[in-house]
């Protein structure tokens, strides 16, 4: 290779394309995707709400004065009493799936979970990815909550 009037060393040239070959790679060395949706530059679950209010029906932004770690993830509550019953039985309040779209678990995939979008249903709390995913998995939830339940957690791997 000859860098006569280009300017650059082979050195250079060399150095670019091991750093090119790394930037390409690096998405593909990350085998697993994290057990819960926190969103690309986040570490914050369920869009910072808190997942104990969606229990009362009335969904509330959770603060970062009341929070704790929970599966690699930042949990936010609305209050004292919200984290306390959280650390009691995290698995009773953390949505589904991790939160990570239920229609999309079913489907044998991962897409992110909307705070907006939510049901709870036999006591669990299930997040979608927009009005629109929700209407479809409403279709038939039972069948939705049965496929996703026997995806997880083997769909993170993908």
């Known amino acids: 290779m000859s860098t006569q009037g280009s300017g650059r060393h082979p050195r250079q040239f060399y150095g670019l394309l091991a750093v ?4 390409w790679s690096a ?3 990350v085998a697993e995707k994290a057990p819960v949706y926190t ?8 869009g910072g709400y808190d997942p104990v209010s969606y229990f009362s029906g009335m969904p509330q932004q ?9 599966q690699g993830a930042e949990f936010r ?3 004292q009493e919200n984290l306390d019953a959280f650390k009691l039985d ?13 229609w999309a678990a079913a489907q044998g995939n991962t897409a992110k ?5 939510w049901k709870i249903v036999d006591g669990k709390l299930y997040l979608n990815y927009n009005a629109k995913v929700q209407k479809d998995w409403e279709k038939n939830i039972p069948l939705f909550i ?6 997880w957690p083997d769909i993170l791997g993908k």
């Open 20 to 23: 090119i070959a790394l930037v």
């Open 27 to 29: 998405p593909m060395a």
């Open 39 to 46: 969103g690309l530059f986040s570490d914050v679950a369920v």
């Open 62 to 70: 959770g603060s970062d004065q009341f929070s704790m770690e929970y």
């Open 77 to 79: 509550f609305a209050s």
């Open 90 to 102: 995290p698995t009773a309040y953390a949505p589904q799936y991790g939160g990570y779209c239920a």
């Open 113 to 117: 979970g909307d705070p907006r979008y």
């Open 146 to 151: 049965e496929k996703a339940d026997a995806n």
